[in-house]
């Protein structure tokens, strides 16, 4: 949008939050998977968003600003987003600016305090919108230098004063962002009577110009940047504050007013999913979302009071950030409220909660006063303020000196390794900000490292300069250049620079990675290179100003090392979906669950440092539940991201959903805070993050194909446990036996050739799970044990074998007789196309035991388990077994006699009919031949009396050897089908030349198995013709 297009937006009424809606371009990830865009924006007030499952399902909200920011911008020559041509609705920056900036401007010189704050969900545009990046300056910098640049038209007889603080809240914790010296614990909230809530110690700096306000922004961005750096994604999850105190003093009237500003960039609104962490019993322990989860709340009670609904008490007291907002949310402020969204169509839900959560801060009335007073006045508050703050180091004016003061002159050549001053945003790496010359000149001649943060905000703001000879990087303060994060050692690594090579080589077993590859020994670096050190702490490394061109380093982000990381660790798309698709296409549900895996590799390796640190024994490892595994029909089954647990001293084992891991690593980082604070880390069993009841452990699935079932025929196999990634668990040894209500096996005179036969029937068969073969869980550990459970068809629980403990081949010996009363077309369509699942459990010691006892189950009077009841459920109370029972015997007495009647009337027919041709037949002279239809009808029953029974018995048994052939086939498929390729290219060959003997033997048995099928029929046949003849 160009400047001639901008309207001057009119405030909303005094009282109601100013909303904006802002939607940010495609992500790069979201790009990568194919994402559509569900958000449209038709007026300059509304905001429509589209359900991508249900595309009809829309829901337009109308708020006092929508502003598209997703397409129709280019970049001009200084970096900066502009639109394509005036008919582009694009919203850049500079129009945010505009109504929102100007807006909070205004209202700050006519004396009201004036409140911004930034909410949405991580990676939405919160600090973008705020802060910016590179050339697109936020609005917080447009703030601060717009109000300078008014202070220096306005009058003389005026007097403008305006300090500035900036504070980061991260569970619970208040963090000066001016100070260096961490308070451990945080800073504390307090309250008096006049001022409402303050921060006690919090330092405000006063300023005198705009450049001023810049550099102490580049030193909060550095201080949270290191803060950052043992946590990579701490950052997303702190709300960061920026309050600026201005206040005019008009000498001439006696008279001065007095406005706070408060630009709130708030934590990322993921709603923790309610599954998977519900289960974990320390769900409530976690406080890194309470500010965030009580800003709802109060929004809510507020936004309740405003359309009259009787609200008792408001929140505020029960959290950090609303203790502070207190005047911003119903009180002494003007309020605006942006809400960033991203457009993806995976964020539907997000988005939609973050509309929604706009829609009630629409509602919130706040009752704003122009704050002025008397100079005698102020003098008086001013000096109960001080006597208030008395003996606090963080006392405004004191600091203010310290503080412009304190600007480190670092950098300088010659003085060895160390950090250059912060330069705040990443387009400082091209020479964008840098106040010192000197450290522009040093960047500009020496190869450096710049950090690479989560958080685009946090990039390049750390640089480590690589001087001539050799210096050591660690934690340790006696390393010339000191760096922080997990497991960074004392001593990390040294880096050379001798004769035009920069080399880096690890201190003895200290984790360095280069360009995703972990080294042990030095290794030459070149221009671009990603390091990580620890085991998350990302650099880029700059070479020498002669390896440089002019390369895109915004290319390198934070997702780029870690994709890269994947890959050399062989994660993959491909190698992810190639388990399950042959296509070469890789499917969005799989491309979903890359994605997680990708983002929780470096939470898995935190999780991992600080276990170690804290000497926890536990090794975590991620895992992608159901990678290989299929449901009864064969097909995939939902694929997700899991962590599998394991205590390397017990060898107990947990599994641990992708939601609990999230939120048992904030509890972690907690714990671990205290740890380096030199707190007390112990903690009570129960209450550590660490630490679960053991449970018992999903190990693997087989497959039982029931087909033969459907034909009344045996089946007797051998079946493999695969677990989640398609490896053998164990062998389960399975038959799966037709037999007569009491028990006795059916024969091969029993076998039918099409399963509708069977319809109506009774049908009894015996499942029985022999014996277990091989099972890893048990060879691991002997001290281990099993149990198995299965469900058929529509089993209303789970069936599960007696525990058995210590034996790596356990003799099982369980057989369950089941009974379709009445076979219905759906149980026997079932057991045509579906196989039985049966999985396998691990048990450890100390864990519950899986119920065995049947108790819950629908028996037969002669005490079989009852299948295939949908039908009779809908006529009867669970529960009424006998009566149903009876019921059903009832149901097919009738049915047989309808049967009968109906055979009746058919004889009856025929009789009539061949009395007829009798009749016809004694009247007719010639002897002519029996008319066509009794003739065949006698053929029939003839042939029907002949035949002899042994053929049907002999095409019995072929199909059953067709069957049982069958069924191994299918095992082959679906093994070939989970197998994965192997890592290394040079495997390939091998591998594609086992697929290709596999493929063949898989092909050798179906053509072996068709042809003695062929074969048997034809041999039956022709047995058959040659002892018809007479019949002819
Ligand atoms: N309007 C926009 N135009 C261009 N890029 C944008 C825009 N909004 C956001 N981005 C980009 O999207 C990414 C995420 O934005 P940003 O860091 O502002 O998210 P956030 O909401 O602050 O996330 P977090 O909660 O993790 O701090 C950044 O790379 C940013 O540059
Ligand atoms: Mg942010």
């Given amino acids: ?335 605006t409220l942006i809400a960033a969204i991203s457009p993806a169509d995976i964020c539907y839900e997000e988005t939609l909660s973050t509309l929604r959560y706009a829609e009630r801060a629409k509602k919130i009335r706040n009752r704003a006063v122009v704050n002025t007073s008397t100079l005698m006045r102020e003098s008086k508050a001013e000096n109960d303020r001080a006597l208030l703050v008395r003996g606090n180091s963080g006392m405004a004016g004191k600091l ?145 100003p002669s390896e440089r061109g002019s390369e895109d380093l915004t290319r390198f982000d934070y997702d780029f090392f870690q994709l890269e990381r994947a890959a050399a660790e062989g994660v993959s798309v491909d190698k992810l979906g190639a388990a399950s698709h042959g296509d070469g296409k890789a499917d969005p549900g799989m491309l979903a669950v890359f994605q997680d895996y990708v983002r929780l590799m470096p939470l898995v390796a935190e999780a991992n440092q600080m276990g ?36 390397q001293r017990t060898r107990e084992v947990w599994i641990w959903s992708k939601a609990k891991f999230i939120n048992r690593k904030f509890l972690m980082e907690e714990l671990y805070q205290r740890f380096l604070d030199g707190e007390d880390s112990h903690v009570a069993q129960e209450d550590d993050p660490f630490w679960d009841p053991v449970e018992v452990v999903h190990l693997g699935s087989a497959h039982i194909w029931l087909q033969s079932l459907a034909y009344s025929m045996k089946l007797e196999d051998q079946v493999e446990f695969m677990n989640c990634e398609g490896e053998e668990e164990a062998v389960v040894h399975v038959c799966v036996t037709p037999c007569s209500p009491a028990g006795r096996a059916c024969g091969e005179e029993d076998v039918v050739i099409d399963p509708s036969e069977l319809l109506g029937k009774r049908m009894d068969f015996q499942v029985g799970l022999v014996r277990c073969l091989g099972v890893k869980w048990l060879k691991e550990d002997t001290e281990r044990g099993i149990q198995m459970g299965y469900r058929i068809y529509d089993l209303s629980s789970t069936l599960y074998t007696k525990p058995v403990w210590k034996m790596v081949n356990p003799q099982i010996e369980e057989t369950v007789q089941f009974t379709a009363l009445n076979a219905s077309q759906e149980f026997l369509n079932y057991l045509q196309t579906d196989a039985l699942i049966v999985d396998l459990w691990g048990l450890q010691e100390g864990c519950t035991q899986l119920d065995c006892s ?40 009738e049915q047989e006699t309808e049967l009968l009647r109906d055979t009746n009337r058919a004889l009856r027919e025929e009789n009539v009919f061949l009395k007829q041709s009798l009749e016809k037949v004694g009247s007719t002279q010639q002897g002519e031949r029996l008319p066509h239809k009794p003739s065949n009808t006698l053929k029939e029953m003839n042939q029907m009396y002949t035949r002899p029974a042994s053929s049907d018995r002999e095409f019995a048994k072929a199909l059953k050897l067709f069957y049982h052939s069958m069924n191994q086939a299918r095992g082959q498929l679906l093994r070939l089908r989970q197998e994965k390729p192997p890592e290394e290219d040079e495997m390939l060959r091998p591998f594609v030349q086992q697929q290709a003997q596999k493929l063949k033997d898989f092909g050798d048995v179906l053509e072996s198995s068709l042809r003695r099928l062929k074969n048997d029929v034809a041999v039956i046949v022709k047995k058959k013709r040659a002892s018809l003849p007479q019949a002819e």
């Fill in 400 to 544: 203010s000196q310290e503080q412009c003061r304190s600007r480190p002159a670092a950098g300088r050549p010659g003085v060895g390794w160390r950090e250059g001053p912060a330069a705040g945003q990443p387009g400082a790496r091209r020479g964008g900000l840098l106040s010192l010359p000197q450290e522009q000149w040093i960047m500009k001649t020496l190869p450096h490292l710049l950090n690479v943060n989560e958080d685009p905000q946090l990039t390049g703001v750390l640089k480590y300069f690589i001087q001539a000879g050799s210096c050591d990087a660690g934690r340790a303060a006696s390393n010339a250049i000191r760096l922080q994060g997990l497991g960074i050692s004392d001593k990390h690594a040294s880096f050379t620079n001798s004769d035009g090579k920069v080399t880096v080589t690890p201190h003895s077993k200290c984790k360095v990675v280069v360009n995703g590859v972990p080294i042990v020994t030095k290794t030459k670096l070149q221009h671009l290179d990603r390091i990580i050190l620890g085991s998350n702490s990302a650099y880029l490394y700059i070479g020498f």
């Fill in 612 to 647: 170690e640190e804290l000497k926890k024994g536990l090794r975590m490892e991620l895992k992608v539940k159901n990678l290989a595994a299929s449901d009864s029909r064969g097909h995939e089954l939902q694929k997700e991201v899991m962590v599998k647990v394991t205590n």
């Fill in 1 to 335: 949008m160009s400047d001639g297009k901008m309207v001057k937006m009119p405030m909303p009424r005094m009282d109601s939050v100013t909303v904006a809606v802002r939607v940010r371009p495609f992500s790069q990830r979201e790009k990568n998977s194919g994402s559509k865009c569900v958000i449209s924006m038709h007026s300059r007030t509304t905001t429509t968003i589209q359900d991508p499952k249900n595309p009809e399902h829309r829901k337009t909200f109308t708020f006092d600003l929508a502003y598209w920011s997703h397409d129709g911008f280019q970049k001009d020559k200084d970096g900066v987003f502009i639109s394509t041509d005036p008919s582009s609705k694009f919203a850049s920056q500079k129009d945010v600016f505009h109504d929102l900036g100007r807006g909070i401007l205004d209202s700050a010189w006519q004396g009201y305090n004036a409140t911004l704050l930034a909410y949405g969900q991580t990676g939405s545009g919160k600090s973008y919108s705020m802060v910016g990046l590179g050339a697109n300056k936020g609005i917080i910098p447009n703030v601060c230098e717009e109000l300078f640049q008014a202070i220096e038209e306005r009058e003389r007889n005026q007097e403008y004063q305006v300090t500035f603080s900036m504070l980061e809240i991260y569970n619970e914790q208040i963090r000066d962002l001016l100070s260096r010296t961490k308070q451990p614990g945080g800073l504390k909230v307090r309250e008096d009577q006049h001022l409402g809530f303050y921060v006690d110690g919090l330092k405000s700096v006063p300023c005198g110009n705009y450049a001023q306000i810049e550099r102490l922004m580049e030193q909060g961005t550095k201080i949270r940047t290191t803060a950052s750096t043992n946590m990579n994604a701490s950052s997303s999850r702190s709300h960061m504050v920026i309050t600026i105190q201005f206040r005019q003093v008009f000498l001439d009237r006696d008279l001065t007013k007095q406005s706070t500003i408060n630009l709130v960039d708030l934590a990322g609104s993921e709603r923790q999913k309610s599954s998977g962490s519900e289960g974990d019993r320390l769900r409530e322990g976690s406080q890194v979302n309470l500010s965030l989860t009580n800003l709802g709340n109060v929004i809510s009670a507020l936004a309740d009071a405003a359309t009259g609904k009787k609200v008792l008490h408001i929140p505020y007291r029960d959290s950090v950030l609303t203790k502070l907002l207190q005047p911003a949310l119903g009180g002494n402020s003007r309020t």
């Fill in 854 to 893: 049947q108790s819950d189950l629908m028996v037969t009077s002669e005490g079989h388990v009852m299948v295939d009841t949908k039908k009779m459920s809908t006529l009867m109370d669970p529960g009424q077994v006998q009566i149903s029972e009876l019921y059903m015997k009832l149901l097919k007495l």
